[in-house]
Structure formats: C-alpha cells, structure tokens
C-alpha cells in the first residue's frame, strides 16, 4: 500500500509562487509515477505534469507549461511542484498521485493511489 500526503497549499496574490509537497511512504518507488493533478469546483479533475522516479522524466499540461516545475528528492520520497506566475485560474484542490506502471499518462483513472488534497486558492 501507498500513502500519499501532500501539503503546501494557501491562499497567494495572482503573480505570486508557490510549492507544494508530495511525500510518499508505504514502499519501493523504483518503477513509479507521480502526477500532480487539480479539480475547481463544478469541473471535471485534470491533469497537470507527472514524473517517472526511475529517470526523472517529466510532462506538464500545456495550462501550466513554463509555469510550474515538477521534481523529485528520492532520498526524502518526495516530489514538488514549484508553481510560479499563478493565476486566479489555478485555483483547485492539487491531488498527487502515483501508479507504478512506468509511464507517464495524463488519465485519472490509470493512477492507484491518490494523496488528500492541499487547497490553493489565488486571488486577482
């Protein structure tokens, strides 16, 4: 079993940064992906970037591109997301989540195991 738990979330200024935590526990995470993904009220949960814990490769949704950073400290289980130049549009619950399959993909559905949420909530 996987446990999740994030943290890092608040409330900022549209412009302002933010980073959220991911730490994981429960096992080996050698063949693992971690995906940050978010849901505003009354819309469907989307994706926003994923890395594999094996290489470090990363994919981020074209919404966040150039905007939020997604790493990893494989000493500590963790993985970040560095989310800069925020937007009043960026304001969701940020869930991680991890499946061990090795690939990155962007559906929720694909992921097992999945984080409480940290709010983030930026204002105009």
């Known amino acids: 079993q996987v446990q999740l738990v994030e943290s890092g979330g608040g409330l900022v200024q549209a412009g302002d940064s933010l980073r959220l935590s991911c730490a994981a526990s429960?096992?080996?995470?050698?063949?693992?992906?971690v995906g940050w993904f978010r849901q505003a009220p009354g819309k469907e949960r989307e994706f926003v970037a994923a890395?594999?814990?094996?290489?470090?490769?990363?994919y981020y949704d074209d919404s966040v591109k150039g905007r939020f950073t997604i790493s990893r400290d494989n000493a500590k289980n963790t993985v970040y997301l560095q989310m800069n130049s925020l937007k009043p549009e960026d304001t969701a619950v940020y869930y991680c989540?991890?499946?061990?399959?090795?690939?990155?993909?962007?559906?929720?559905?694909?992921?097992?195991?999945w984080g409480q949420g940290t709010q983030v909530t930026v204002s105009s």
């Open positions: 989540a991890a499946h061990n399959r090795e690939t990155i993909v962007t559906m929720n559905r694909f992921y097992d195991y």
């Open positions: 890395i594999t814990w094996r290489g470090g490769s990363t």
């Open positions: 429960g096992r080996a995470f050698s063949s693992y992906v």
